[in-house]
T-cell receptor, first 114, second 112 residues
Framework: DVKVTQSSRYLVKRTGEKVFLECVQD?????MFWYRQDPGLGLRLIYF???????EKGDIPEGYSVSREKKERFSLILESASTNQTSMYLC?????????????FGPGTRLTVL | GENVEQHPSTLSVQEGDSAVIKCTYS??????FPWYKQELGKRPQLIID?????GEKKDQRIAVTLNKTAKHFSLHITETQPEDSAVYFC???????????FGTGTSLTVIP
């Protein structure tokens, strides 16, 4: 049973703070993804990674960076949090590096930036 | 890049009726089309998917159809039950990529 976990369910930060969101998967998946979910906008891809130390920009990478030092862990970093980054952040992982397949999601982190 | 549109944004049906959610995509290279269900406060979970070499797939009360020529795919839920109430997302993925492009979601309410 695939398990994707995220470090926090709820997080409150102040404008300008550096924020780290951590995601861990335990099924040796190659691919990992970070999305943000906003009402009426669906899930939008921020960054993804198909291998350790590899990263690719998604549709909305501005204001974010990522780190993948180990296969099981994918971190999302907000260098200087802003109020428009208040959102639900979802991490996901999938097995195959090339052939699209099911993405397994974490429980989400609801981030509020004051 | 790919653009996925999803309709309707909200849908209410009586218990026992059918529900249909439609999505269109723009990139003819897309070849994998999953549907996710997200219950309130929970993570999205895959309920059914279809690849471009198949026109229809069914799993009990849920079916997905794909029309590659028209670039649209639909989710059909028959004999709806209150536990089907959730937000449903369609997505498309292109052949050589790992990215999913999600629709904006449909909030389905099944009225007992």
């Amino acid at each position: 049973d695939v398990k994707v976990t995220q470090s926090s369910r709820y997080l409150v930060k102040r404008t300008g703070e550096k924020v780290f969101l951590e995601c861990v998967q335990d099924m040796d998946h190659e691919n990992m993804f970070w999305y943000r979910q906003d009402p009426g906008l669906g899930l939008r891809l921020i960054y993804f990674s198909y291998d350790v130390k590899m990263k690719e920009k998604g549709d909305i990478p501005e204001g974010y960076s990522v780190s993948r030092e180990k296969k099981e862990r994918f971190s999302l970093i907000l260098e200087s949090a802003s109020t428009n980054q208040t959102s639900m952040y979802l991490c996901a992982s999938s097995l195959h590096p090339v052939r699209p397949g099911e993405q397994f999601f974490g429980p989400g982190t609801r981030l509020t930036v004051l | 890049g790919e653009n996925v549109e999803q309709h309707p944004s909200t849908l209410s049906v009586q218990e026992g009726d059918s529900a249909v959610i439609k999505c269109t995509y723009s990139d003819s290279a897309s070849n994998y089309f999953p549907w996710y269900k997200q219950e309130l406060g929970k993570r999205p979970q895959l309920i059914i998917d279809i690849r471009s070499n198949v026109g229809e797939k069914k799993d009990q009360r849920i079916a997905v159809t794909l029309n590659k020529t028209a670039k649209h795919f639909s989710l059909h839920i028959t004999e709806t039950q209150p536990e089907d109430s959730a937000v449903y997302f369609c997505a498309a993925s292109i052949k050589t990529g790992n990215q999913f492009y999600f629709g904006t979601g449909t909030s389905l309410t099944v009225i007992p």
